[in-house]
């Protein structure tokens, strides 16, 4: 059955092959990035099969040994390799399992994340500081590029909104997992009697709008322009640099004031506006999924608690898989992974339950 799907697959893969080569489609830009995003796609699943198939042409190749052969060193040397092959079926099989699973086709594109101060006053602010610097460091550490589109600062420290561009390979299908409330437990600074309070903040991510995601009327885009505020001297505060373009018919309003060119600050603001737009409609399957898996919070369900970072105890929660970790200081430093990881590994078990694969 595995053999039969593969098959298909890699024939499909071979078709893709030819037709990115195709002047006709090479000249028609859309029909072009969507097969060679579908050619990216299947090639790990047919080199997967392309060893699986190898593995068990082996392991008939030693049954046949055992067979036939009379040397009883060379019967111990198929034994063994016959051993260690037919370990390696099941892992594998696992593998080619979740492969063959249906990807979201969201998955491998650029993100917008967006860290928003929640309760706690100015406490929630700084923790949104501290979020924004988890996620920083681990962006660097997978090697994506960040840009800071717009931010609002808190008055004692961190920030009370952030957004921020992640691009890179696979982005979203990674940072999907953090959208909903992160909670801290903690001693703020301000307080005296050495409490613990809880504060949150949100974090939203949103797959980012590719240019034929979404076709955009200039006639629905309002664009106003105003003096950057924040840290860069006078040429950011002189300038009508910041730009806001509000989307009439859907009351959608970004701002972008990071550069100080008012050219540039369209651009972000435009391509962010194209995501928000894109995400009105994406936001109706995120919310079909997420009632489907624990894994995945809706990004419009605001409320929903996701993780708790307890500061006297060192401890990380995710409440989604029942995941506890005593290693905060690495984890808010950036070092997510494993938990990214587990989230990973939780969701493909409930995907493979409901496509009825056990």
Same mark, same amino acid.
């Given at each position: 059955m595995i053999l039969e799907k593969l098959e298909g697959v890699k024939i499909r893969f071979e078709e893709v092959g030819q037709l990115i080569t195709d002047p006709d489609v090479i000249n028609d830009m859309k029909k072009y990035i969507k097969l060679n995003k579908e050619y990216k796609e299947l090639e790990p699943l047919v080199e997967t099969y392309n060893t699986y198939k190898n593995i068990l042409s082996n392991i008939q190749s030693a049954k046949e040994i055992l067979s036939t052969e009379k040397d009883e060193e060379m019967k111990e040397m198929a034994k063994m390799e016959l051993d260690e092959l037919?370990?390696? #079926?099941? /892992? !594998?099989e696992e593998e080619i399992k979740v492969l063959l699973l249906p990807k979201d086709p969201e998955d491998n594109k650029n993100a917008i994340l967006e860290i928003r101060a929640g309760t706690g006053g100015d406490e929630a602010s700084i923790f949104a500081g501290d979020l924004f610097r988890m996620y920083t460091h681990y962006c660097e550490s997978k090697k994506w590029k960040i840009e800071v589109t717009n931010t609002s600062e808190g008055t004692v420290g961190g920030f009370k909104e952030v957004v921020m561009k992640v691009s890179g390979a696979g982005v979203y299908g990674i940072l999907k997992y953090e959208s909903g409330v992160h909670r801290v437990q903690r001693v703020p600074q301000t307080e005296t009697q050495g409490r613990v309070h809880t504060s949150a903040a949100t974090v939203a991510v949103l797959p980012e709008a590719e240019e034929f995601d979404i076709n955009l009327k200039p006639e629905d885009i309002r664009k106003d322009t105003y003096c950057a505020s924040g840290p860069g001297g006078q040429s950011v505060n002189t300038t009508y640099s910041a730009v806001r373009l509000v989307h009439e018919p859907s009351g959608i309003v970004v701002t972008c004031q990071d550069q100080k060119s008012q050219h540039k600050n369209y651009d972000k603001a435009y391509a962010e506006l194209r995501t928000r737009l894109y995400n009105l409609e994406y936001q109706k399957y995120i919310d079909e999924i997420s009632s489907k898996r624990k894994t995945m919070v809706s990004t419009g369900d605001r409320s929903a608690k996701i993780r708790t970072y307890n500061y006297p105890q060192g401890r990380v929660t995710d409440h989604r898989i029942n995941l506890t970790?005593?290693?905060? /200081?690495? #984890?808010?430093?950036? $070092?997510?992974?494993?938990? #990214? $990881?587990?989230?990973? !590994?939780?969701?493909?078990? &409930?995907?493979?339950?409901?496509?009825?694969? &056990?």
């Open positions: 037919e370990a390696q #079926i099941e /892992p !594998m970790l005593y290693n905060l /200081p690495a #984890i808010i430093g950036g $070092d997510i992974q494993n938990v #990214i $990881d587990q989230l990973q !590994m939780a969701e493909n078990a &409930e995907r493979l339950k409901e496509a009825g694969v &056990e």
